[in-house]
């Protein structure tokens, strides 16, 4: 590969080079990051569409941003791209993610008062994955002094440093 060019750009111009027979020993391709696509890259990412739509694999890309806003100035990028299933995902809002805390809580057997849940998503942390961590901390931390999960509860684990 070339000093300075990223392995991305490599690959994809690899796959552009494949014959259909070749691609269509792949079950699918998957391109993440096509936000980061330039200039010649987003006629890679053209050819290989419709080398992939030739041989019947699906294409799978993800973006930070719709492919409007992506490839501007290549309409036919844009509706070969927005022809698929094209959705958006947003992230949770608190209320979601309060609903999301007490369904982990749930799963768990564990019994979470909502407002520790509101406390937790409101004052602590809006990633879920961090607010299972913490989750855990409470469950461990209620089993070992044998009491429930509750706001004074939380707090003193605050105040340890362990949450």
């Not at 050819?47 to 739509?53: G, Q």
């Not at 931390?141 to 509750?150: D, H, Q, V």
């Amino acid at each position: 590969m070339p000093e300075g060019v990223p392995p991305r750009v490599t690959e994809l111009e690899d796959l552009v080079l494949k014959t259909d027979e070749e691609l269509s020993q792949f079950c699918c391709i998957a391109i993440d990051d096509i936000h980061l696509l330039e200039g010649r890259d987003q006629g890679h990412m053209w050819n290989l569409f419709n080398k992939m739509t030739r041989v019947g694999a699906p294409l799978l890309m993800a973006s930070r941003l719709p492919a409007n806003e992506v490839f501007p100035e290549d309409p036919h990028l844009r509706s070969r791209i927005n022809s698929g299933l094209v959705f958006g995902l947003d992230p949770p809002d608190d209320q979601v993610r309060i609903l999301i805390l007490d369904k982990m809580a749930r799963d768990r057997n564990v019994r979470i008062p909502q407002e520790v849940s509101h406390y937790l998503v409101t004052r602590k942390s809006r990633n879920v994955k961090e607010l299972e961590k913490v989750l855990e901390i409470l469950d461990r931390a209620s089993l070992e002094l044998k009491r429930r999960i509750t706001l004074p509860l939380l707090k003193t684990l605050e105040m340890q440093g362990k949450i």
